[in-house]
């Protein structure tokens, strides 16, 4: 099968939905004549007009508004907010509006909509253009929460985006753009929202790991494969719905749990993770939960602090060696 | 100049505000007798507003209404029985129960909702203008917001949009002289919000929002304009709120003396004067409209009273397109 | 001692602390003339004048910027948003302003700020009016996030919040402010941040619960006595900074957990706190972590279904049954 | 009327001008060299705009500025050292590395940042003003964004606040025609910038941003205004960037023509021919004060090559005032 980088798969699921349906449309900043900061929308304001894809002012909260109204109205906005740093200055649209309205309006809405946009460090863009959000996502009722890890599940997550009729956040992680590349399929096709994807088998210990850190866990995998642990590796792909019954399922089996994520642990999606194995898998469990996160600060510029900010193979690794070797200390 | 406007229409207008007037009347007494949960902010004294633009629009257009929604709903159509049973949170209400007076709508009837965000419906507003054009209609939207409103982000960012991409937006602000306990010299350096428009070189006039007839005169060329896709307009409607920001506040903010001068521009026995004197109406009709409206919201109350409370479970309900999801 | 509501105890320390320190300032929606919607500042634009209690226009972003722009020239402003529901309006300035400006500028600043706002459900406020959201504060390095249960509390973490030197989210819950009453010292005082407080003690389980809950969970224990049952229950006051150390040295007592939060489970803060222990105390742990807290819906208006939405003493005393009795299930 | 400014301070506006230019022309070399990551946005092109306001502009004054900072930065008195070595990534840069072009600031000079989000700086301008206000000072801020940047909600917020306080800012939109790809006739309906004022009923005025003169007349006006507790002013400067966006944009979005165009109103020549006129300097000492700039951005290029980076362990210090706390 032929391969594709991470923005080309995306740009190709969106170009394809274009083409079948006419409700699809795109708006955001730089989308259209630039084609996204990113290149994600490279050549769709050619093929399909100014009409169907909006070069929107710097106004963030009109951009999200207008997702909602034209889907109120009939159509399938596809916007982009250019970094997930910027949904501080127009996170009630999303909260209070998208995410809602079905619920406060007693059901009787619909409202198709998907929020794009990038998050993530390594790319020396600092503290307001790096952070992960994911989880400030998740804890909104009314969102579908999407964070894809390779080309495929790219292309296919964002398919079953554009169809699934409800307000859904897509999140990109910008270090996977260009160097992430993989094979997709020529042709259409989605993958459910809600399973979660064992992206290796193992027996000794479950990594659950998102985004570029699944790249990181595989890595780290790999290496300890040479010293005979056998890791599993379970890519949630969803955050919102998630897929417990598949982590419950490896853990069950490996009676251990890593989770990765680049966000900062306080109250992130990993707090998520190891609480409903705390919960549910309790007794499976042969020692403490480990979490591997980005330390509690800001994103730092300095790329020697970047670097360090990013949880690596390394620190993975450590963790994988402390939930398999000594007893969890008191 | 205006437009020569059927006696049917005019009877219509005069029935949206007088039940306005009626069913906001009633909603103070229940609140006031503890049978109504949450806030509730009332439109009484601003029924010339909502009539005058409403009554512009058709089944195709939208609106977008805010906290102080009951007086656009009436007006666009909604149903009184379901509104109030709303209020009430039964679940024959609009929502089922599920919103309460901050968040009735109908989309079916293009009420995309009142909104307890300030500044929550210009965006909207504009998204739905959006819609309308991407697919080639000529409806039009209608954005009601408060002066105070006008100066959220979102105020500015919904008109920029709408001005830059010539969408089909009346965006009508009710200035009724307060934000709550602010009054407008303390929020805002400038007397008319309509001043506003040229930041986003749209037109911007000021109109009575207490004479129903200049209200739907001025919205009227504004919706014209729109539909023939010459872009948004700003309308400032002059009018004032009777009662508290909402049931229960003390209103310490404002004389006295203010509110009396205020009431005495009724905006409802005004409109009674002119269709009279236009031979519109007789008082005899006017007792019968009240009479019959009357009923019809003591009906509403009744329908609400006798409905059930939703079931326990309902809770789960709704929050997606497709069922509930796995968290 | 005297008593005084959990409003009257926040007002007297904001009262306390303005005649002490001319630097603090108050400013937001309708705090002067009116005093607050739910009167916690009335009588201060009397006493300090409307130079130092300032009634904003409704300008979210204006209100935490001034706090911002202020806090840097010198002064420490205690902003009041409305209702926490709002945060999406002017989330930026708290997000990328305010949190992050002194790691930015390495450590060259001192924004000494305090937001105080509402959240929680109880009134019939409904969707955008009552809700609780606590953990995106926490997810934001840079911020603290201060959570009081009771009127002596409410007091002695807002006098520290305005003397802490950084950005201090202080969050109320509504229906504490005229419910709860309790004795409070005349005199300023200052309660430390990350000191959790155990509110009741015991030993056959911890509860840890927040705000509200705290209240509820009191109840449930109070029940569970007459049971025999012996609950400690938790109080984390902070929850940036947060005192793992109190809450794991109850469990190793207890070797039982359950959290109470009435946010959202799906990324709270009760998954910060089931993860935190599942990590560090999970030796002592006799069995899996339960929460209680609100369902994956926005708050529902109706009465009944509100009632529903609040985690209730029955619930709480569910899941410690769970805890204490049966095998977790598989 | 042009007020007489004396030769000195004719010379410094000259000699800020250069070392933006200077600066900034060598920044995009290094990055170009991959000497410098994450993304740099240039300012070459707008040196009299950040020159002529912040020549007015004295210690206990304030600006808040952009994503395009360097410039600010520079005009108001930022080190150069500091700040290569902040572009650097290094230990000794302002930031201490933390922050990169986008975060520099400098709180000691009055800076209260670059800033990497559209918009954030008007609500903090308003915020520093009102400190200045409250403690009885007659301080200004400087409040610096772009033509894109008056789209956003904060812009008309922090407008708004400003006015209706009557705070001492001076609002300065660098009009360049761009917001990144997108040209101001399709992000706004208006071409002035400064038609915005009427929304806040304060004065809004339109000035040639390529003539420092102009500017600096326009901007001691507004300043003058403001320390009088007059309020805020809008000043328009219109300009044009003449790098893409950020170092490495290919900007699609342009003629080269347009570009052409603009590079031959450069500011500095204009400025030059000005200063020769009025005698303030010969051909030789522009050529010495060149000469001398460039061997500063040179120094300050070394300063940096040599410096060290952050410390690993540093990445947990300068979260919080008072050290870090237990999460
Ligand atoms: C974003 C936001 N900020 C504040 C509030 C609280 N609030 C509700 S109504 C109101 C005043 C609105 O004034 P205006 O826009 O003039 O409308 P009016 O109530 O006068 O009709 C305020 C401050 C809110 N609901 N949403
Ligand atoms: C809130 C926010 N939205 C979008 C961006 C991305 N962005 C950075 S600069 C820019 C264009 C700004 O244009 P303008 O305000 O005219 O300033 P200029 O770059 O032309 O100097 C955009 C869209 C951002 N940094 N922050
Ligand atoms: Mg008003
Ligand atoms: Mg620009």
Redesign the interface.
């Known amino acids: 099968m032929r391969t594709l980088t991470f923005a080309n798969a995306l740009n190709e699921a969106l170009r394809q939905e274009m083409r079948r349906n006419p409700k699809v449309?795109i708006a955001g900043?730089?989308v259209g004549?630039?084609g996204g900061?990113y290149g994600v929308t490279a050549g769709l304001f050619a093929e399909f007009g100014e009409?169907r894809v909006?070069?929107?002012?710097?106004?963030?909260?009109?951009i999200?508004?207008?997702?909602?109204?034209?889907?109120?109205?009939?159509?399938i906005?596809v916007v982009e907010i250019m970094f997930v740093?910027?949904?501080?200055?127009?996170?009630?649209?999303?909260?209070?509006?998208a995410?809602?309205?079905?619920?406060?309006?007693?059901?009787?809405?619909?409202?198709?909509m998907v929020l794009r946009t990038t998050q993530g460090a390594g790319?020396?863009?600092?503290?307001?253009?790096s952070q992960c959000?994911e989880?400030?996502f998740?804890?909104v009722?009314?969102l579908?929460v999407v964070v894809p890890s390779t080309p495929y599940d790219a292309k296919g997550l964002l398919t079953t985006a554009m169809r699934?009729?409800?307000p859904v956040v897509f999140l990109e992680h910008k270090y996977l753009y260009g160097t992430i590349e993989g094979e997709v399929p020529e042709e259409q096709y989605e993958i459910p929202?809600?399973k979660a994807d064992i992206k290796r088998q193992g027996k000794d210990v479950t990594v659950v790991a998102t985004m570029h850190m699944v790249h990181k866990a595989l890595a780290a995998a790999e290496l300890l494969a040479k010293d005979g642990v056998s890791v599993e590796v379970v890519d949630p792909r969803t955050?919102?719905?998630?897929?417990?019954d598949t982590i419950i399922e490896s853990v069950?089996k490996t009676h251990r749990l890593v989770v990765v994520t680049e966000?900062?642990?306080?109250?992130?999606?990993?707090?998520?993770i190891?609480?409903r194995?705390?919960?549910?898998?309790?007794?499976?469990?042969d020692?403490?939960?480990?979490?591997v996160t980005a330390?509690?600060?800001?994103v730092?510029?300095?790329?020697?602090?970047e670097q360090?900010?990013i949880p690596s193979e390394a620190k993975i690794i450590e963790a994988i060696h402390e939930v398999l070797g000594k007893?969890?200390?008191? | 100049m205006t437009e020569k406007i059927e006696n049917e229409k005019l009877l219509a207008m005069y029935k949206s505000m007088v039940t306005i007037r009626l069913f906001e009347t009633r909603v103070s007494e229940l609140f006031a007798a503890g049978k109504l949960p949450g806030f509730i902010h009332l439109y009484i004294g601003e029924e010339a507003v909502a009539t005058g633009v409403c009554a512009h629009l058709k089944g195709q257009d939208y609106i977008t209404s805010t906290h102080r929604g009951h007086g656009h709903l009436i007006a666009k159509g909604g149903d009184l029985n379901m509104m109030m049973a709303e209020l009430y949170g039964k679940r024959t209400g609009y929502c089922k129960g599920k919103g309460g007076s901050m968040h009735i709508a109908d989309v079916d009837l293009g009420i995309l909702g009142a909104n307890g965000i300030v500044g929550g419906g210009p965006p909207i507003a504009a998204g739905a203008a959006f819609g309308i054009k991407y697919q080639g209609g000529d409806g039009v939207v209608a954005c009601f917001f408060g002066d105070a409103a006008s100066n959220q982000g979102t105020f500015h960012e919904g008109l920029n949009l709408a001005s830059v991409w010539k969408l089909p937006v009346i965006f009508v602000c009710e200035n009724n002289l307060y934000g709550i306990s602010v009054s407008q010299a303390r929020h805002q350096n400038i007397s008319d919000v309509a001043d506003r428009a040229n930041a986003y070189d749209i037109p911007g006039v000021v109109v009575d929002g207490n004479d129903v007839m200049a209200v739907y005169e001025a919205a009227g060329e504004a919706i014209k304009r729109a539909r023939a896709g010459k872009g948004p307009s700003l309308i400032e409607c002059k009018t004032y709120r009777w009662r508290g920001h909402f049931e229960g506040d003390p209103t310490p903010y404002r004389p006295k003396s203010e509110v009396d001068a205020w009431m005495k521009k009724d905006p409802i026995p005004r409109f009674e004067v002119a269709l009279k004197e236009m031979g519109v109406v007789t008082d005899e009709g006017i007792a019968a409209i009240k009479k019959e409206i009357s009923e019809k919201v003591e009906a509403a109350v009744k329908f609400s009273e006798e409905s059930a409370w939703p079931a326990l479970q309902e809770i789960l309900d709704d929050v997606y397109t497709g069922g509930s999801v796995a968290v």
């Open positions: 449309y900043e730089d004549l630039y900061i009409d909006k070069d929107t002012p710097i106004s963030e909260s009109a999200i508004g207008m997702a909602v109204g034209s889907s109120a109205a009939g159509l906005p740093d910027f949904i501080g200055v127009c996170m009630d649209q999303l909260l209070n509006q995410a809602k309205m079905k619920y406060m309006f007693g059901g009787k809405a619909k409202l198709p790319h020396g863009a600092a503290a307001q253009h959000l989880s400030w998740m804890h009722p009314g579908k699934d009729g409800n929202f809600g955050l919102t719905p998630f897929d417990e069950k966000e900062v642990a306080h109250a992130g999606s990993s707090a998520e190891a609480a194995v705390a919960d549910k898998a309790f007794d499976y469990l020692a403490g939960i480990k979490r330390p509690f600060t800001p730092p510029f300095s790329p020697v602090l360090e900010f007893a969890v200390p008191a």
